[in-house]
């Protein structure tokens, strides 16, 4: 399937016509599989206008991924499944995020969790808004699940 020409935020390259070419960003560079596109209908809280991301990983930045704007302004997160850190990590979203995502019945989910570097070179992750992909329609939403008892900054520590 050809994808459309899409200008990479942060590359003077040029657009892409050619997918599987190689995204470079601040957390290393990448291979780019289409299927790894997810649309964010209402882009992420502070950059809105980033509607389209890639959900990059690879094997020396495991278990840690990459949320990288592929339209838009520069953008580029990092990221890890919650139940990585706290394994006990659970969250209801409510029947509107859940038709929002066009989940079927119990269909799985990724939930990812935003990481927010420190200055001094600690790590934390936003627990309470996490990051959630229906993987099935390649759609996300950074959400408030209804039993958002969770820290908006969490020590980064993988138990």
């Not at 994808?3 to 290393?28: I, K």
């Not at 990459?66 to 006990?88: M, N, Y």
């Not at 990590?89 to 939930?111: F, K, M, N, T």
Request: glycine share 8%.
């Amino acid at each position: 399937m050809k994808m459309p020409d899409v200008q990479y935020a942060g590359h003077a390259d040029g657009p892409v016509s050619e997918w599987g070419q190689r995204l470079q960003t601040r957390f290393g560079d990448f291979q780019i599989d289409p299927r790894s596109l997810v649309h964010f209908p209402e882009g992420l809280p502070g950059f809105e206008r980033c509607r389209r991301f890639a959900l990059l990983s690879s094997v020396e930045m495991a278990p840690l991924q990459c949320l990288h704007a592929v339209e838009g302004p520069e953008a580029s997160f990092l990221t890890i499944d919650p139940r990585l850190v706290l394994p006990k990590y659970r969250a209801v979203l409510a029947e509107a995020d859940r038709q929002r995502l066009g989940i079927e019945g119990d269909g799985p989910l990724l939930w990812l969790a935003l990481i927010a570097l420190g200055e001094n070179g600690s790590a934390s992750i936003n627990l309470r808004a996490p990051v959630v992909i229906n993987p099935a329609r390649m759609i996300g939403y950074q959400l408030m699940p209804s039993n958002g008892l969770y820290p908006l900054r969490h020590p980064l520590v993988i138990e």
